[in-house]
Antibody
Framework: QVQLQESGPGLVKPSQTLSLTCTVS??????????WSWIRQPAGKGLEWIGR???????NYHPSLKSRVTISVDTSKNQFSLNLSSVTASDTAVYSCARSPGYCSSTSCFYFDSWGQGTLVTVSS | DIVMTQSPDSLAVSLGERATIDCKSS????????????LAWYQQKPGQPPKLLIYWASTRESGVPDRFSGSGSGTDFTLTISSLQAEDVAVYYC?????????FGGGTKVEIK
């Protein structure tokens, strides 16, 4: 049973870069055709997909965040990471990492079958 | 963007009764080539991450009780809880994965009447 765990600072100052890491256990981040995503949820609001990465490093980002987001993968550590630059108070949210099967029977299947617990990141001076 | 609209925002149902949640997409998420609807449903309990219930609009994830079912095609979808249990109190989300930009519905809160 794969498990995902987010880690990183819970408080980030405005205009700085938010950096989070997701550690995958119970399976290799490189196995299968899995894709690895970041999703956020502001308090009392819905879910927003931020972006995803494959184990080979192929990425897709939410267009509204693309200029500020970088997702990277470190297969040697079984981790993938999120960097979100120039943050403002509107970036305050619970940030979660999640896994998608990726490609199933020659079609894309980007639903999320495993999630981390999520970590609250507050942007404040 | 494909906008996902859920209704109602919240509903209260008596224990053992049926709960129905609707999800509408702003464009069809049915892929003609394989006749699959690219829609998933999740359950999120307080303080927990979302849990996958259903994918391909109607395929139940392993371990999900059979009182949960998904239906619909094209732009209109429904999650049904056939007999509400106390442990089903949660917020439910739909999500489309038809487009590269993945989007979620706003959520429906299910409570006990």
């Amino acid at each position: 049973q794969v498990q995902l765990q987010e880690s990183g600072p819970g408080l980030v100052k405005p205009s700085q870069t938010l950096s989070l890491t997701c550690t995958v256990s119970g399976g290799s981040i490189s196995s299968g055709s899995y894709y690895w995503s970041w999703i956020r949820q502001p308090a009392g609001k819905g879910l927003e997909w931020i972006g995803r990465i494959s184990s080979s490093g192929s990425t897709n980002y939410h267009p509204s965040l693309k200029s500020r987001v970088t997702i990277s993968v470190d297969t040697s550590k079984n981790q993938f990471s999120l960097n979100l630059s120039s943050v403002t108070a509107s970036d305050t949210a619970v940030y979660s990492c999640a896994r998608s099967p990726g490609y199933c029977s020659s079609t894309s299947c980007f639903y999320f079958d495993s999630w981390g617990q999520g970590t609250l990141v507050t942007v404040s001076s | 963007d494909i906008v996902m609209t859920q209704s109602p925002d919240s509903l209260a149902v008596s224990l053992g009764e049926r709960a129905t949640i609707d999800c509408k997409s702003s464009q069809s998420i049915l892929h003609i080539s394989n006749n699959k609807n690219y829609l998933a449903w999740y359950q999120q309990k307080p303080g927990q991450p979302p849990k996958l219930l259903i994918y391909w609009a109607s395929t139940r994830e392993s371990g999900v009780p059979d009182r949960f079912s998904g239906s619909g095609s094209g732009t209109d979808f429904t999650l049904t809880i056939s007999s509400l249990q106390a442990e089903d109190v949660a917020v439910y989300y739909c999500q489309q994965y038809y487009s590269t930009l993945l989007t979620f519905g706003g959520g429906t809160k299910v409570e006990i009447k």
